[in-house]
Nanobody, 111 residues
Framework: QVRLVESGGGLVQAGGSLRLSCAAS????????MGWYRQAPGKQREWVAS???????NYIDSVKGRFTISRENAKNTVYLQLNSLKPEDTGVYYC?????WGQGTQVTVSS
């Protein structure tokens, strides 16, 4: 069984930065694609970014050029660097690995 733990969220002013981490533990036998999602208050969870086993990345249009997803396979960890944050980036950020979700980490951006 795989467990995901997100961290790194917080309260920042618009224009600020945060670095989110997602550490996987448990029965990890292979490197697989992973993704970050977010859920704003009153809205559905949406996909934000993903990274393949080879390191190829994809982003939702609203974060392109501001967010960067990366992974450190030796540590079973995926990161999401959030730069130039906007109030509309506020929400709970979750990572996902093969259908397994973490508990999420809150990101709040004040204007």
């Amino acid at each position: 069984q795989v467990r995901l733990v997100e961290s790194g969220g917080g309260l920042v002013q618009a224009g600020g930065s945060l670095r989110l981490s997602c550490a996987a533990s448990g029965s990890i036998s292979s490197i697989v694609p992973m993704g970050w999602y977010r859920q704003a208050p009153g809205k559905q969870r949406e996909w934000v970014a993903s990274i393949t086993t080879g390191g190829n990345t994809n982003y939702i249009d609203s974060v392109k050029g501001r967010f960067t997803i990366s992974r450190e396979n030796a540590k079973n960890t995926v990161y999401l660097q959030l730069n130039s944050l906007k109030p509309e980036d506020t929400g709970v950020y979750y990572c996902n690995r093969m259908g397994v979700w973490g508990q999420g980490t809150q990101v709040t951006v004040s204007s």
